[in-house]
């Protein structure tokens, strides 16, 4: 059985390519499915793609993760800095997750250093674009081989 990842992006990001692309850059969503598919398949991973608006929706995401995933790759988005349901969904679950920003959020907004998330992460990239995804499938990779 091949094990899974579950790629996940909270809201907005499913304007990528066209929304500020001076901060988030011309890729799209569909962009970072293709490159996220690519790099796990390097490992031998499956990928589940779920980007949703809505903070249940991501949440459901996640527990149903607990089923059939091994790890996950997270792009919260502004819920990073609001959202400590995120952050307890994500506490629930036995799997590794990976933050992933693809602007470097401490170099922004004030409001924008804070995570939620961070602390129940097993690690985070922030950024480095979209190659950020790519990166985190490979430490992810790294923390399911043991």
Known sequence: MTARILLLNGPNLNLLGTREPEVYGSESLADVEALVARAAGEFGLDVRAVQSNHEGALIDA???????????????????????????????????????????????????????ISAVAAGLIVGCGVQGYELAVRRLAQLLAG
């Not at 059939?68 to 952050?87: K, V």
């Open 62 to 116: 996640i527990q149903e993760a607990r089923e059939d995933c091994s790890g996950i790759i997270l792009n919260p988005g502004a819920f990073t800095h609001t959202s400590i349901a995120l952050r307890d969904a994500l506490a629930s679950v036995p799997i590794p997750a990976i933050e992933v920003h693809i602007s470097n959020v401490h170099a922004r907004e004030e409001f924008r250093h804070h995570s939620y």
